[in-house]
């Protein structure tokens, strides 16, 4: 199956609600505007293989545009809209891509120009997009070629180690699976209404919040952001079913919601990041119901397990979706008895085609068809999975992954700068804080307003650590690489003290 014919799949719910909200809208109407749209686009020139970019925040333009996209057989390439200019540039110009689907206009030349860009971007404002569709009516496109479920569908561009985002090429098969295998493990309705909050471009809240309730004919309630009271009231008001969610979401809904508020919620899913034991507790202590922690990666479309429903373990990931084996094992690749903890590697329909453009990267991750995903667990005697650790150096901050050696090389081109080493610390008010240790060039003073005020030109603003702490000297090993465990347990130290 392919991801645009999810929506074609119930014609007997054809006057179902799709979208809840002020303007509702059918099964049927989605159907018809998800054609229109790809008439319009067709028009204006984009052919299958083609890479589109997408940059906006949550409504249903977005979901009209990513199926409409993939219908042609183009690939739909999602922008975190909290970028800045010198983030989405790169993407386009990695990416090749000439056409982006965007809010506003966006100043990308001069970025643009830094990378050797010299295709001309044709940026496609939504508003304009549905006020021609409504405006006019294109040519009925039959579709222009043939193409099947292993072709790429999306990119997802995830930050790397090595500075540079990577683009995880997920197939219409990888999404389409990934989604079936969820379905499979709780029990979706028609009637079941799901929030969608979470930001669209991440691989996430798309294969969980709007693919699998397309897949089953339920509805969904869109918002673009999050706001602690406007979600409760939203989830009360619209007697919403299934809520996915990140931690620090979850912390906040215990905090300031009632036992009544989801009177109808029947499943809290929880993903992006390790969901602590005391957030657990507290929710279920105040709502009365538990979160079901899952774990997954962009590489896994991107859901590879999650705990049971009827049986919830704190600090655990759960069990392997229905088609999806996971192993653990050694640096040898040998499996590791249960218990024992070692790399978690992953095989399944929805382990991604490769990275674009990236053959190397690709071959070191994908083993033998396995997935490698770079973080440390454990196997319990039930078949629950428990992450140990990280074998990277991600940051993870409200579900958004945060990669230091990208802030690292920004801070290093800082004339001031002579090292620097960019850490998360955990925070009981945020869950987690990203910092940076700096050492001084000769003869120069480093100025931390001046040095962040720098950062906030070139990063996301959740990047951009929120403490610099400025040092002679960086902890390294025998080889000079920089101790970063050192820095942690100084600043767990230092907080300990406090």
Request: one cysteine or more; aromatic letters at 10%.
């Amino acid at each position: 199956m392919l991801v645009h014919e999810i929506i074609q799949q119930d014609l007997i719910h054809h006057n179902h609600i799709v979208f809840l909200g002020e303007k509702p809208v059918t099964y049927g109407e989605l159907s018809n505007t998800v054609a229109n749209y790809r008439n319009f686009f067709f028009q204006q020139g984009i052919r299958p293989g083609e890479n589109v970019g997408l940059c906006s925040k949550n409504c249903v333009e977005f979901i009209y545009s990513y199926l409409a996209i993939t219908s042609l057989g183009a690939v739909i390439v999602p922008l975190n809209f909290q970028f800045v200019p010198r983030e989405i540039a790169y993407i386009l110009f990695n990416a090749n891509i000439k056409k982006l689907i965007t809010m506003t206009i966006l100043d990308l030349n001069m970025e643009l120009a830094q990378y050797g860009y010299q295709e001309e971007v044709s940026q496609l404002l939504i508003t304009d997009i549905s006020h021609a569709i409504s405006q006019q009516s294109f040519p009925v496109l039959s579709m222009p070629q043939a193409f099947d479920e292993n072709e790429v569908c999306t990119i997802i561009y995830t930050s790397g180690t090595t500075g540079n985002p990577k683009g995880a090429m997920l197939t219409h098969k990888n999404l389409v699976s990934n989604a079936q295998a969820f379905s499979k493990v709780f029990t979706y309705q028609h009637v079941d209404r799901i929030l969608c909050v979470l930001p669209m471009y991440h691989c996430f809240a798309w294969t969980a919040a709007v693919l699998t309730p397309l897949l089953n004919g339920s509805s969904i309630l869109i918002l673009d952001n999050f706001s602690i009271r406007e979600t409760i009231t939203a989830i009360k008001d619209n007697a919403l079913t299934v809520i996915f969610g990140i931690p620090n979401m979850f912390r906040l809904l215990a905090q300031r919601a009632q036992k009544e508020d989801f009177f109808h919620v029947k499943l809290f899913v929880s993903g992006g990041s390790s969901l602590p034991q005391e957030i657990s507790e507290q929710f279920i202590k105040k709502i009365g119901k538990p979160v079901v922690e899952g774990y997954g990666l962009s590489e896994a479309s991107p859901i590879v397990s999650l705990n049971p429903i009827h049986k919830v373990k704190y600090c655990s990931i759960g069990k392997p979706l229905p088609g999806i084996e996971v192993k653990i094992v050694n640096s040898d690749n040998q499996p590791l008895p249960l218990g024992e903890a070692g790399e978690l590697i992953v095989r399944g329909p929805n382990v991604m085609y490769g990275y674009y453009r990236l053959p190397e990267e690709t071959s070191k991750v994908l083993q033998n068809g396995w997935l490698h995903t770079g973080d440390i667990a454990y196997m319990d005697q039930e078949g629950y999975l428990f992450i140990v650790d990280r074998l990277k150096d991600m940051i993870v901050i409200n579900g958004e992954n945060i990669y230091p050696r990208e802030i690292e090389e920004l801070l290093y081109a800082y004339p001031a700068i002579a090292e620097a080493a960019v850490i998360g610390i955990p925070n009981k008010q945020h869950g987690t804080l990203v910092q940076a240790y700096l050492t001084a060039n000769e003869g120069f003073i480093i100025d931390k307003k001046s040095v962040k005020s720098y950062l906030q030109k070139k990063l996301a603003s959740y990047k951009i650590p929120k403490e610099f702490i400025i040092v002679d000297i960086l902890p390294k090993s025998s080889t000079g690489k920089i101790l970063k465990t050192n820095l942690r347990q100084q600043a767990m130290d230092m907080q300990t003290l406090i």
